[in-house]
């Protein structure tokens, strides 16, 4: 368990730090940024009110993109400063944590900076919370700090989801980031009963297999690794049908060998609905990934279909990652699963281990025993 708001006593003209996560999808020209989509603003508001309404007076900061502790106008907090004004008058948000690189390096010069006036110190960014930044695990070292309301949600959902889930327990993986995903599913194998998987994950998987894979996106150093998981007792699915570009780039469907050239953007017809078949046979299922490019209609519909099995399922559903959850969203099915997380590789790294850095630091601050 980790402290929550109740924990941290009177907060009655108290200065509180929130480590919140508003790292929203921004859209517009790099000088004149404009917030595509303020969920993630409004989700910080009971948090921010269970302070001000008892007289306490908040300083946000999060990270927005990843500026590489450079100032970069692109990745300025302004309009989302003028945003959270509008609906939390009075609330400062300071600029980009990772306009300053002690942010990622975790410096003890940028925590005490940033702790610099301040008494407590809540986090409600759980999609940060696997980090060991200064902003995550620092000021609990020294303040009396608590989980805010997001977080502590995210925490008991995939807290019961890890320790107690109703089998089988399906993990649907895919996306881009192929390297961080392929290194947690042998840990997640202690939790899950099976994988399936689709994305830029699938090709690194189906070269293992000595299938050719085209141009299609590839971790040539896991390989290996992949090769070793496929020869283990691991439950996977990987598909059997592929969607993507010929070497002209035009549209086409393939089986599972893709020829030179070709690229392999969506998982095929035939995979999404075997791949729906094991959604709507499970009792838990947690999704991270889209299963295409999912951004463009020609390879959206793998995504659709996983995103509708995960919507009809009377399995317990829970989707991660800020794309699928997107990608849910533009389907329309957002409200038919159980939990939609807000941290990808967060909720990826709490299923495989049951405790992040920002948790353990919360559960070490001065006022928790
Ligand atoms: P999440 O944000 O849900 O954790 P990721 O960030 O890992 O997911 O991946 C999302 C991105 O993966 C999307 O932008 C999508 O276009 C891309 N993607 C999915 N499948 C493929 C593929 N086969 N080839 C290239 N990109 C892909
Ligand atoms: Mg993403």
Redesign the pocket.
Known sequence: MVPQLEDLGDVHGKTVLVRTDFNVPMSGPDDARVIADDFRIRAALPTISWLTDRGAKVICASHLGRPNGKVNIKYSMVPIQNRLSEIAPGVVLLENLRFSSGEESNDPAFVAHLINGVDLYVNDAFGAAHRSHASIVGPPKSLPSAAGRLLQHEVEVLGEMRNNPKRPFVAVL????VSDKIGVIDALSKVVDSFVIG??MCFTFLAAKSFPIGD??CEPDQISFCKKLLDSDLKIYLPEDIVGVDKDGNFATFGVRLPNGAK??DIGPGSAAAFADIIMGARSVFW???M????DVRFAAGTRTVAQAMSETKAFTVVG????AAALAQFGFEKDVDHVSTG?GASLEFLELGDLPGLSALRGAPNVN
Do not use: C, I, Q
Not at 321 to 324: A, C, F, L, Q, T
């Open positions: 895919g996306g881009a980031k994305g830029g299609s996106l392999g953007l991270n990934g889209p295409g490019m999912f951004e990652g800020g794309d699928s990808g």
